[in-house]
């Protein structure tokens, strides 16, 4: 009973401890910590069906406002399926949910303030009805989906294919990336309790499919990373910050005691980014401190400005006015809460400002004055802009809640927005907080009078407090320029109002001048001067007055004066600064302590007013030269220039613009330069942040697919060496052009991440094993540790043979370090890795979630105001279309409204502070042609820059004004205030980024309630209704097709006459064409024509009055039409070598070719003719004319052109024109001989036009004419020369020139090779009989091609004889170095030419020289080569030629510089010199060379680029497949794309590495914490067993005394006893495992070596054995009939029926079940348990016993686990068991008496 009682005990505990084990760490295991800013996701796969239940909960915590919660999206749509996503997001702190299927985009928003870092739970369901239901903390919101609203999303959902749902926590993974409409923030924070709705309606566990950069648990980095000395650790989960408020310490971690102060001038205010997104956030809770020090001067001015307008405008303010602080707050319903001191606080005394808003609680503390608040009304929340002002802010004027406008003038400290010290910020540079208007003082200086600055000579201050008597105005000034109005005055003298009155600076002295008008025609104009040097920088005290007669001038105590006995009456406002026309004549400097007439100016009310034109505050930043100073800073290189007449900077104008060329002309992107027209493939520079602090960098632009690719290049060679034997641990770092890792990873991203880049790794004996030997990481330091789907990977196998890893990455690109371990080496360990460029890609039309069509031009979208810039692109179709409107707000007017006001200009209205301007830009493109076209303003003060593609404008405002603020809502599309003849925009917007925000559209409209609005570009050439590639121009509501070639017609261009065309093979053949009327002669004209020849005539046409017209070309790129005007022959000839280019540093021989006509390009010809002008047009871009008329003859003339020469003659008739017979006959494609010598068109001609109708040609060329063919085959356009041979088009067949290719044969295809040792040679000698002709001795023809893997080596040479040593002549090809040398010596010495490699990399490289005379070209691979011209021209002549030699060198031959030269180790092919190949003769029947060791070969294929095998081929060439020659690195060429100019860059190396000594982990508490509860919970449960145990042992007493009375039974009761344990039982086990049958006995067996039991005593020896034949086991017999198996010592016998059984434990209480490895023996009747009765139920039956039979899983015949029933054999030790052991067998069967007995 003890075994009972023990293993019913243990289940139950072991039950217990794993359930206590998971309550106690069930938060630890089912919460994950979001801990990477930049890449932390956690990927579920519920299983959801588009058209089923979906929904999940969990509860989350964060500190960031903008986050990804959850996305669900489903992975394998088909194309053309309907687009579904749904996901739940943190968006300005509140929680969102949006639901998008096809079109339908639906959104729910609940809460506020949800970034407090607190526990939130979130829950949502969707049914398949379309009802939607979110919750957050217990509150709920649901709406029923329009996208279900009509029944058809249930079906349309049902009929979806895609099954492979997936959900992403807490951001993207790399497989939602491409589903998401766009890029979400990723969570920082903590998610828990995850759990997704089943189809039956449960909610429940999922595993996770995946994580990334998450941890267990909710870890608190304060636990771990605690670096505050002083304050409260913050913990944002992917690092620390400290909050120091309240402590008296600053600095990073609160180390340094005090507070730092901060002085502000008026001109200076702090920026502080609430949220860096850009985005508006809702906040209910925050906490707000500002220490201040005003002085008695100064009584006004902002501290603290917030504010906000969507969804309702809301702010919060703290300002001084009158010397009291005002702290006002509202909340967008019922009244603004106004909080005002009691007192003024401007008594230069330090005071503080606490404010703390709790949900409906806000608290204001002034100093002691403490008011709390209540908030009452449907709305608490603040929803505010990104940006917070402190101290000020930029435009002030007009902005909600503010009363006081003026920046603050005075001392701030401890200034804190919840954790973040602003001052210590400002100290430390932090991304978020900005000091603005100079540079910034940490302490608090005494500050003074506070001085007005006059930035230029148009900025003034208006007086008007006087107007006649007596005048006093007192100010002090300084400057640095000599020259300059400083006060101005209109008077009347005895009331004639001609007078004025200035003060200005000559030359560094005042001058009082007063011009007393004119009377009776005498000036009476006056002038004194006083003072010298004023413009020495230093402040000089002004006092001007007029009184007593006089007008007198007082300067630093000195007075000068002008008497006067007029009346005085003054006509205008005193002016400061300039005259009243604000000429640039002013003054440039600052003046301070302003008095007029008694009364003192404030500065801070006068900025602000209408008294000041472009007046600051800035604290007089006043130099000498403000270049010299700095005051003025160019950017971007610009230069700047100090003069009289200004300051400005001189731009590089190709690059940069502005008045401090701050603003850049690239654009951001490929796609940009796309959009914008730029349609042309090649290099470019791209600016990522346009105007920002990052230059300009260099990419490559690929537009000649559907898809806009962009190249970058990086300093990473190809085959670098990364493993060999011996070789170091590796650190790579790579650099990419002009780019810093950030900036990549702002690219990429910008990108959505549609980003790739080549990985080819070639291995010998060498596994990469990503993530453990090779660690592969991105810019922002993300690892990638697996290859993505559908990589070729062999290299894991460790082979010994070359094996390559290929394909493209596309995770955390772009690769920017490796680490390389080198490990698991042999003597030939090798691998070579090339990483092609990043390439990224983007698509030529605009992505769907940001793009918007507008269908009427009521319609537009609402977005808030613009601050810094705004681009996107739209498209049109109508001139007066308004794209988009700034509208002016309330109390500020500033406003900018943009249309398309022609079709080639764009205007830009401004009204900016009061004045209105309008900007044209006139554009090189049609801005109503349909396609897309770019927007960008760009502001960035003075200057607002304005671009529309590429062509721009800038618009300046004075020094000092600001451009802004704009208070109204934007306008996208149209506006609600229409100008008069314009209309809202009829077409589409995509691609919106605002304030440097990517603007998603969808978050701005609502399709249900605008329905003239819809997402996606949708157009009426979407269908793609023109044909045969005609361009389809929208126009929303129709759409125009505009053909791509004349001779297409049809409203859709669907008629297509470029397919009638005709080929002509021969140059004699035409056809005849018999107009019924001369239009011929007289019509508009239009062909395409190929062809390869240099001149042809194209066709010919005249009537029986001699009147033409002619179409030839000459010269391969001349065009000629002639016809006659009258008796007069008329040219209109086009040249296309004429045709200008951009690139005037462009090869000139390029450019022509370029130009050529006859390249076999179809060729359009347009001739235009009127009655007055004939147009020749050649590809609708050369263009020339003729002013001469049509004028037909109508006599016939037997000289009709008086002897001007004709090119085409056709035969005439010496008759009168009365006997002449009408024609007109059209000859096309030549003409016959008789009429002309030009040579007829070999080509083709298409789509012949005449006028508007088509003449048919095919059915002139019916007849079997020979040459003449229906059809124009390119027969060279698919590559039908085989590498890279030269195709010559023959328009019936081709031709093909191999000359340097190496290969052979009409195809080029043949291959005649051999292979080379260095002791190999072939020699061709050459006859005395020879062709030595003047002719064939001046030239030279040498081509071959080789492959090798050696450095050095002669190729080839052709030598004289040697009958005449002093003049010998000799021409040799060498490999030196890697490098391929060609040496000319024709008796004067050695002309040594020298192309570099190295070109021993293993492929086919081809070499040519030619020679003609004294010219050589010498070229290695068709790279141009080289031109030589020997240095001496007069021996031209290779005479007295012995012997062509390849691969070696002959013996004992040293000279013709061949001393010390060895053989050549590969393969040559194709050799080739003057017409004879003695490849081909050797391995012919005809051999007349002479050979060593030469064996026929195929040598190795042309290289080709990396990334046209990178699909299927190796990438990287034909490997040997032999083992690596060594341990050096290989030649590598560059991996990259061609990009525009050279960039001299040091390729990447490896820097040795060393791994560091393993570190102990420091363990999170959070794991000690729930460790230790553990524990605690495992010793209370080991109480428990050990208490079961004891109690177990008690009640074993009780049965031993039981089996003791058994003992004085007597024996007739015991053997009623044994009968009963005759009965059937359990299966029964003996001390060493055997089972018992159910018989009544059994017949034991000996063993080969009989040893008594171990344990057994030796007075109860075993039962004499009784010998039986063991039998092998029998499968196939297992299912039918008992069966024997031999089990050691006994023999047992196993019913079938019973085989599956299951095991039934023995548990001996006695030993410990971690030391058994042995089955423990019975030793005294102690040990017997008590029988059981003889009703034991049926099932308890010995089970089948152990069979070897060997396992069909196990690898290498070992056998199968046996099930524990089973009976381990002695003989054979247990696999499982150690040290031979066998293992317990456990069995809880009852043994009777006489078992015990054995």
């Not at 072991?14 to 996701?41: E, K, M, Q, R, W």
């Not at 913050?234 to 971690?253: K, L, P």
Request: charged residues 20%.
């Amino acid at each position: 009973m003890a075994y009972t009682c023990l293993s019913t005990a243990l289940p139950t505990a072991g039950i217990s401890l794993l359930f206590l084990t998971f309550v106690t760490f069930l938060c630890h295991v089912n919460c994950v910590t979001f801990s990477d800013p930049d890449n932390a996701y956690s990927q579920y796969l519920p299983n959801w069906t588009p058209d089923g239940r979906q929904g999940a909960s969990f509860r989350f915590k964060s500190v960031r406002s903008d986050a990804l919660l959850l996305l669900h999206h489903f992975n394998n749509r088909s194309s053309g399926e309907a687009v579904y996503n749904f996901w739940i997001e943190l968006k300005g702190a509140k929680l969102q949910a949006t639901h998008v299927f096809e079109t339908f985009v639906e959104t729910v928003t609940i809460g506020s303030s949800l970034d407090n870092d607190q526990w939130h739970s979130v829950d949502y369901s969707k049914d398949s009805a379309g009802s939607l239901t979110l919750r957050l903390n217990g509150k709920e919101q649901e709406i029923k989906l329009k996208s279900h609203k009509y029944g058809l999303a249930r079906e349309k959902l049902s009929a979806l294919t895609y099954t492979d749902s997936v959900v992403t926590l807490g951001g993207l993974a790399p497989s939602s990336s491409e589903m998401a409409p766009r890029e979400f923030s990723r969570l920082l924070g903590c998610m828990e309790k995850i759990k997704f709705l089943s189809q039956n309606g449960v909610l429940q566990d999922i595993p996770v499919d995946s994580t990334v950069g998450t941890t267990d648990g909710c870890n608190n980095k304060c636990f771990t990373e605690n670096h505050c000395q002083q304050g409260q650790c913050i913990n944002q989960y992917y690092r620390t910050v400290c909050d120091c408020f309240d402590t008296g310490y600053e600095g990073q971690y609160c180390q340094q005691k005090g507070n730092m102060e901060l002085t502000f001038h008026g001109q200076n205010y702090i920026q502080y980014q609430f949220n860096k997104l850009g985005q508006t956030v809702s906040r209910d809770k925050f906490r707000i401190n500002l220490q201040f020090k005003v002085g008695e001067e100064h009584q006004a001015g902002v501290l603290f400005y917030a504010t906000g307008s969507v969804p309702v405008e809301t702010y919060l303010a703290v300002y001084m006015d009158n010397g009291r602080i005002t702290v006002k707050m509202h909340t967008g319903s019922g009244d603004p809460m106004v909080t005002t001191s009691d007192t003024a606080l401007n008594d230069d005394s330090w005071h503080k400002i606490f404010i703390r808003l709790d949900g409906r609680f806000l608290l204001v503390v002034i100093d002691d004055q403490s008011n709390s608040n209540q908030i009452s009304g449907d709305m608490h929340q603040l929803h505010l802009d990104p940006d917070v002002y402190i101290g000020g802010g930029p435009a002030l004027k007009g902005k909600p809640g503010l009363p006081v406008t003026y920046n603050y003038i005075g001392c701030l400290k401890e200034a804190y927005v919840d954790y973040d010290n602003l001052i210590g910020g400002v100290k430390m540079n932090s991304s978020m907080i900005t000091f603005n208007g100079g540079t910034p003082i940490f302490e608090c200086v005494e500050l003074g009078h506070t001085p007005l600055t006059f930035p230029n000579k148009r900025s003034q201050l208006i007086l008007n407090e006087w107007t006649t008597g007596e005048l006093n105005l007192k100010f002090t000034f300084r400057t640095s320029f000599p020259d300059g109005i400083l006060v101005h005055a209109l008077i009347s003298i005895d009331d004639t109002p001609d007078g004025f009155l200035n003060v200005h600076m000559v030359n560094g002295s005042l001058e009082l001048q007063v011009d007393l008008g004119t009377n009776g025609g005498t000036n009476r104009q006056k002038a004194v001067n006083v003072g010298t040097s004023l413009h020495n920088t230093a402040w000089h005290d002004v006092h001007l007055a007029i009184r007593s007669g006089n007008i007198l001038l007082t300067v630093d105590g000195r007075m000068v004066g002008i008497p006067h006995k007029h009346s005085m009456v003054s006509r205008s406002a005193i002016y400061l600064g300039s005259d009243v026309s604000g000429a640039n004549t002013g003054f440039e400097g600052c003046m301070r302590q302003i008095h007029i007439q008694g009364n003192t100016l404030s500065p801070l009310k006068v900025i602000n007013s209408d008294m000041a034109n472009g007046v600051t505050i800035d604290g007089c930043q006043i130099a000498l030269n403000p270049c010299a100073s700095g005051e003025l800073e160019c950017e971007n290189g610009g230069a700047c220039t100090h003069e009289t007449n200004g300051t400005k900077c001189t731009c590089n104008a190709k690059e940069y613009t502005g008045s401090r060329c701050q603003f850049p002309l690239f654009k951001k992107s490929c796609a940009d330069y796309y959009r914008a027209g730029d349609r042309e493939s090649g290099p470019k520079r791209i600016d990522v942040d346009g105007s920002g602090p990052v230059p300009a960098a260099h990419v490559m632009c690929d537009f000649s697919t559907g898809r806009l690719k962009t190249t970058i290049e990086h300093n990473f060679k190809a085959k670098t060496l990364l493993r060999s034997y011996g070789g170091p641990h590796l650190d790579f770092k790579l650099q990419y052009r002009d780019m810093t890792p950030e900036l990549l990873a702002a690219f990429v991203k910008h990108s959505s991440g549609n980003c790739r880049q080549l990985f080819s790794y070639w291995c010998y004996e060498s596994p990469i094993r990503l993530g453990k030997f090779t660690r592969v990481y991105g810019p922002t330091d993300n690892e990638i540790s697996e290859y993505p789907d559908r990589f070729k990977t062999q290299c894991n196998g460790n082979r010994q043979t070359w094996q390559q890893d290929i394909g493209y990455m596309t995770r955390n690109l772009p690769i920017t370090r490796m680490r390389v371990l080198n490990k698991k080496q042999t003597e030939f360990t090798r691998a070579t890795l090339t990483l092609g460029p990043l390439e990224c890609f983007e698509s030529a039309a605009a992505s769907k979630p940001n793009t918007v069509t507008f269908f009427t031009p009521e319609s537009y979208l609402t977005l808030t105001p613009l601050k810094k810039s705004l681009s996107f692109i739209f498209r049109a179709s109508a001139v007066g279309n308004v794209v988009f409107h700034q509208m002016r707000g309330d109390k500020i007017p500033n406003s900018i409204l943009g249309y398309i006001a022609e079709e080639n200009l764009f205007t830009f209205e401004t009204n900016l502070n009061g004045k209105t301007d309008e900007v044209s830009v006139a554009t090189t493109r049609s801005m109503i042609d349909g396609e897309w076209h770019t927007i960008t303003i760009d502001i960035n003060e003075p200057d607002i820059l304005f671009i529309v593609d590429n062509d721009s404008e800038i618009l300046s405002v004075p020094i000092g004004q600001s451009i802004g603020p704009f208070r109204g809502r934007l306008r996208l599309g149209g506006t609600p205030e229409v100008p008069a003849g314009k209309e809202g925009l009829m077409g589409c917007i995509s691609a919106v980024t605002k304030d440097s925000v990517d603007i998603f559209l969808y978050d701005f409209y609502n399709e249900f309630k605008q329905d003239a609005i819809q997402p996606g570009c949708k157009s009426k050439c979407a269908k793609n209704p023109c044909k045969n590639g005609a361009q389809c121009v929208d126009k929303w509501t129709s759409y125009e097709c505009v053909c791509a070639h004349p001779a297409q017609k049809g409203k859709n261009c669907e008629i297509d006459n470029t397919k009638d065309m005709v080929s002509f093979s021969e140059p004699t053949v035409h056809l005849e064409y018999t107009p019924s009327s001369t239009e011929f002669l007289t019509s508009n004209l239009h062909l395409s024509f190929r062809t390869y020849q240099s001149d042809a005539l194209i066709f010919y046409a005249n009537d029986h009055l001699h009147n033409f017209v002619q179409l030839e070309l000459m010269d391969s790129a001349v065009l000629i039409f002639k016809y006659n005007s009258g008796r007069q022959i008329v040219e209109v000839m086009v040249d296309s070598r004429d045709v200008s280019t951009d690139d005037s540093e462009s090869n000139s021989t390029d450019t022509m070719e370029a130009m050529l006509l006859n390249d076999g390009a179809w060729v359009d010809v347009s001739i235009e003719r009127d009655a007055e002008i004939t147009v020749l047009k050649v590809n609708g871009e050369m263009m020339q004319e003729a002013g001469e008329p049509v004028n037909l003859l109508t006599q016939y003339h037997d000289d009709p052109f008086n002897g001007a020469e004709e090119t085409v003659m056709p035969p005439r008739v010496f008759v009168s024109s009365d006997k002449v017979d009408n024609y007109t006959l059209a000859l096309i494609g030549g003409a016959p001989d008789l009429m002309t010598s030009l040579p007829g068109l070999q080509g083709c001609i298409r789509g012949f036009m005449i006028g508007d109708e088509h003449l048919p040609l095919k059915p002139l060329a019916t007849r079997k004419m020979q040459g003449v063919s229906t059809q124009c085959t390119d027969n060279c356009a698919q590559g039908a020369c085989q590498n890279n041979g030269e195709c010559t088009e023959l328009w019936s067949s081709f031709r093909c020139n191999c000359t340097s290719t190496s290969y052979s044969g009409r195809l080029c295809s043949k291959d005649v090779g051999a292979n080379f040792q260095s002791a190999s040679l072939l020699v061709y000698p050459f006859t005395l009989y020879e062709d030595e002709s003047d002719k064939s001795t001046e030239m030279d023809s040498l081509t071959f091609g080789f492959s090798t893997e050696t450095d050095s080596g002669v190729l080839a040479y052709i030598r004289s004889d040697d009958e005449q040593q002093d003049m010998d002549k000799s021409i040799v090809v060498k490999l030196m170095d890697g490098n391929v040398e060609a040496s000319v010596d024709f008796g004067n010495g050695p002309t040594t030419i020298s192309i570099e490699g190295p070109f021993n990399d293993g492929y086919r490289h081809v070499v040519a020289f030619k020679r003609f005379g004294n010219r050589i070209l010498f070229d290695v691979d068709n790279q141009d080569g080289n031109f030589t011209t020997l240095t001496d021209a007069s021996p031209v002549q290779f005479t007295r030629r012995a012997a062509l030699v390849a691969g070696g060198v002959e013996y004992n031959v040293t000279r013709f510089g061949l001393d010390g030269a060895g053989g050549f180790q590969g393969c040559i092919a194709g050799l080739d010199y003057n017409g004879i190949k003695p490849l081909e003769l050797l391995f012919g029947a005809y051999a007349p060379s002479d050979s060593i060791g030469v064996s026929k070969a195929q040598c190795a294929m042309l290289k080709m680029d990396e990334s046209e095998s990178s699909d299927g081929d190796n990438g990287d060439g034909d490997m040997t497949s032999g083992k690596p020659a060594g341990s050096g690195s290989s030649h590598s060429r560059s991996s990259q794309s061609g990009i525009s100019s050279e960039w001299n860059v040091k390729p990447a190396e490896g820097v040795e590495y060393v791994e560091p000594k393993k570190q102990k982990t420091k363990i999170d508490p959070e794991i000690i914490k729930y460790s230790i509860i553990a524990a605690c919970a495992l010793v209370i449960l080991l109480l428990l067993v050990l208490i079961i145990r004891m109690a177990c042992k008690l009640k074993q007493n009780d049965k031993e005394e039981e089996a003791a009375t058994m003992e004085e039974m007597t024996p007739l009761r015991r053997k009623d006893l044994e009968q009963i344990d005759a009965a059937p039982t359990r299966n029964r086990t003996l001390a060493e495992g055997v089972p018992v049958s159910n018989s009544n006995s059994y017949t034991p067996v000996p063993r080969e070596d009989p040893q008594p039991l171990p344990s057994q005593p030796p007075s109860q020896p075993p039962p004499s054995p009784q010998p039986q034949q063991q039998q092998p086991p029998q499968p196939q017999q297992v299912q039918s009939e008992p069966q024997v198996v031999a089990t050691g010592q006994f023999t047992v016998e196993a019913s079938p029926e019973l085989k599956d059984e299951p095991p039934i434990p023995m548990i001996d209480d006695d030993v410990d079940d971690d030391e058994i490895t042995e089955a423990t023996p019975l030793t005294s009747n102690e040990d017997i348990p008590p029988p059981v009765p003889t009703s034991a139920p049926p099932h308890l039956t010995p089970p089948q016993p152990k069979k070897d039979i060997p396992s069909e899983d196990a690898p290498n015949g070992h056998e199968k686990d046996v099930p524990s029933e089973s009976v381990p054999s002695e003989s054979a030790p247990s696999e499982s068991a150690p040290n031979g052991h066998k293992p317990l067998v456990k069995n809880d069967s009852i043994l009777s008496e006489s078992e015990t007995a054995v």
